[in-house]
C-alpha cells in the first residue's frame, strides 16, 4: 500500500513504468483542447484506497462528499449512514457523529461539506432542509433552518445542494437547485446578492441554470458552477457576470454526459476536477479557461476504476481524494 507521504518520493523512478504500462482505466495524458496546450503535462497514478461497505467505523454505504481541515484530517459525509466520519490523511479512522434525526447534530442525508480557515464544519443536511456548523471535533454549533428567511431578504431557499466558502473572503455561495440560483452570502449568512433564473423555472441559456449542482472558486475569486440537468461548466466573476462556459454531452475529453455530480476546484494550482458520474464514470481535469489536460479512471471495481463517483477533492499536496460510491470506498490518486 502506497501512501499519500510516499507517492512524489517514488514518482521519478516510476515515471517510465507509467508511461509504457500505465492502465488506460486509471489515466489519460494530457492532450490540448480548445486549440491551447498552457499546462505541462499532468498525470495521476492511483496510490491507495479505503473503506467497505457497511456500518461500522470507517466503512460506507453511501458516501458523498469529502473535504479536508487545515491539519488535513479528512472528512467524509454518508448519506445513508446519517454521519459524517473523520480521518487521517492515509484512511485510518478517527471518530464519526451524527445519527438519522431532524435534531441538532442529526441528519436526514447529508449532502455536502465545506470548512471555513478556523476548521468550522459546515454540512448541506438537505434532508432537513438546512445547513448545520460544527467543530472539528463534531460539536454541533448552529444552524441555518430554510423556513427562516435569508438574513436581509425575503428569499427562502428551495433546496441547497453545494455550498463552497471563498477561503480569502470568507463570503459562501450555495446552489439552490429548488430555485434555479446560486445565492452569495457574507460570513453570517446575510444576503449579498443571487443570479440565475429570474422566475424560479430551469433553463440552458448561459447565465441562468438547469439544476445547479456543484460549485467552487478558484484563487481569483471566479466561481465555477456544474448542473445536473446540462453538459456544462459555467464561469462566473464574484458579482454572478457570467464569463464563460465550456462543455457538450458526449464521452470524448472536454465532454459530459447527462446527469453531471460535483466539481472541485483545486485553488492552489487553479485546475478544476469535474466529476462526470455514474454513466462515464471518471474525472476530467481543466484549467480554468476550459481546457482539458487529463483524465481519471474508467468503469470497474479495480483499483483505480470507478462506479458511480460522486465528489472530489484536492489536498494541498495534490493528492486527489474521489469518493468512490458505487465501490462504497475513497480512492486517492497522486501526481506520478
Excluded at 449532502?111 to 468550522?120: A, C, F, G, H, R
Excluded at 462506479?307 to 497522486?334: C, L, T
Aim: aromatic share 12%.
Amino acid at each position: 500500500m502506497m501512501f499519500v507521504n510516499l507517492a512524489h518520493t517514488l514518482a521519478s523512478s516510476m515515471l517510465l513504468v507509467v508511461f509504457i504500462f500505465a492502465d488506460p482505466s486509471l489515466i489519460m495524458e494530457k492532450t490540448a483542447f480548445g486549440g491551447k496546450d498552457e499546462l505541462s503535462s499532468i498525470k495521476y497514478c492511483f496510490n491507495f484506497k479505503w473503506g467497505s461497505q457497511g456500518s461500522a467505523d470507517g466503512q460506507f454505504l453511501r458516501p458523498h462528499d469529502v473535504n479536508f481541515d487545515s491539519k488535513g484530517y479528512v472528512y467524509v459525509s454518508d448519506r445513508d449512514r446519517n454521519d459524517i466520519q473523520k480521518f487521517t490523511p492515509n484512511g485510518t479512522f478517527l471518530m464519526k457523529w451524527g445519527s438519522e434525526g431532524d435534531k441538532a447534530g442529526q441528519f436526514n442525508v447529508p449532502y455536502s461539506i465545506e470548512i471555513d480557515p478556523s476548521d468550522n464544519i459546515y454540512v448541506v443536511d438537505r434532508g432537513n432542509d438546512r445547513i448545520q456548523k460544527f467543530d472539528e471535533n463534531g460539536t454541533f454549533v448552529k444552524q441555518w433552518d430554510r423556513p427562516e428567511k435569508i438574513n436581509g431578504t425575503d428569499q427562502e431557499f428551495g433546496s441547497q445542494e453545494d455550498m463552497v466558502i471563498d477561503q480569502k473572503t470568507g463570503v459562501m455561495y450555495i446552489t439552490d437547485t429548488g430555485n434555479e440560483l446560486v445565492v452569495k452570502l457574507d460570513r453570517n449568512f446575510s444576503y449579498i446578492l443571487e443570479w440565475g433564473s429570474d422566475d424560479g423555472k430551469a433553463s440552458n441559456e448561459r447565465g441562468k441554470f438547469n439544476h445547479p449542482h456543484g460549485i467552487d472558486v478558484d484563487s481569483k475569486g471566479y466561481v465555477y458552477v456544474n448542473e445536473l440537468e446540462n453538459p456544462r461548466i459555467q464561469k462566473f466573476n464574484e458579482n454572478g457576470i457570467f464569463v464563460k462556459q465550456w462543455g457538450s454531452e458526449g464521452k470524448g475529453p472536454g465532454e459530459f454526459t447527462p446527469l453531471l455530480e460535483h466539481l472541485e476546484v483545486d485553488s492552489k494550482r487553479d485546475m478544476i476536477f469535474m466529476v462526470d458520474g455514474a454513466l462515464n464514470p471518471r474525472i476530467q481535469v481543466f484549467d480554468t479557461d476550459g481546457n482539458f489536460t487529463t483524465s481519471i479512471g474508467t468503469s470497474g471495481t479495480g483499483n483505480g476504476q470507478l462506479s458511480k463517483p460522486e465528489h472530489v477533492n484536492i489536498d494541498s499536496s495534490g493528492n486527489v481524494y474521489v469518493v468512490d460510491r458505487g465501490n462504497q470506498r475513497m480512492q486517492v490518486f497522486s501526481p506520478c
